[in-house]
């Protein structure tokens, strides 16, 4: 063995000063009062799959028009759908009632209206969740593939009323 394989691993100095900036950048970055002042921007920018705040917030109208009035909304793997709702940006968002149903922990901050969702078992949701209990479902499967489509349309066919927003990519399969 020789010295070398003794050794502790070490950064060089330009990986250094990269990570230090990095990390400076995620404690210093300019939305970050907002979202710790907004109880509603959990997760902001943490997630690979979000959309802009104007794709967030005319998603937010759609689903809000057609849940109605006293409406109820599942927003299933679609958290800055949600926070839109919430965020009380969007007109009528005072007067229904919005969900989010999702993987990442981080949400159950929101208490009451978190959900925690995993694909793999689409209809594995509480006893609370009853089936056809939401006016309109507005989903955002988490990855582009036959199974996942497939099994967050279970989840869809169990929550809805019958109005369904479904957000996603084509799917192409290989040849």
């Given amino acids: 063995m020789s010295d070398s394989d003794d050794d502790v691993p070490t950064l060089s100095a330009h990986t250094l000063a990269a990570l230090?900036?990095?990390?400076?950048?995620t404690r210093t970055r300019p939305d970050q009062d907002r979202m710790e002042s907004d109880p509603f921007a959990v997760g902001a920018r943490m997630s690979q799959f979000w959309y802009s705040d104007e794709t967030a917030a005319l998603l937010a109208?759609?689903?809000?028009r057609e849940a109605g009035e006293g409406g109820r909304i599942a927003c299933v793997s679609a958290?800055?759908?949600y926070q839109k709702l919430k965020q009380g940006v969007v007109d009528g968002s005072d007067?229904?009632?919005?969900f989010v149903l999702e993987y990442d922990r981080r949400f159950a901050t929101y208490a009451d209206d978190f959900i925690f969702y995993d694909y793999n078992e689409p209809l594995s949701l509480p006893s609370s969740v009853a089936p056809q209990s939401f006016d309109i479902v507005l989903a955002d499967p988490p990855y582009l593939s036959e199974e996942c489509l497939s099994k967050v349309a279970?989840?869809?066919k169990y929550l809805s009323k019958g109005k369904v927003l479904l957000c996603t990519g084509e799917y192409k399969r290989s040849s």
């Fill in 79 to 81: 958290p800055s759908v």
């Fill in 154 to 156: 279970k989840t869809i």
């Fill in 61 to 64: 109208e759609e689903v809000v």
């Fill in 20 to 25: 230090q900036e990095f990390y400076h950048e």
């Fill in 95 to 98: 007067r229904v009632s919005a």
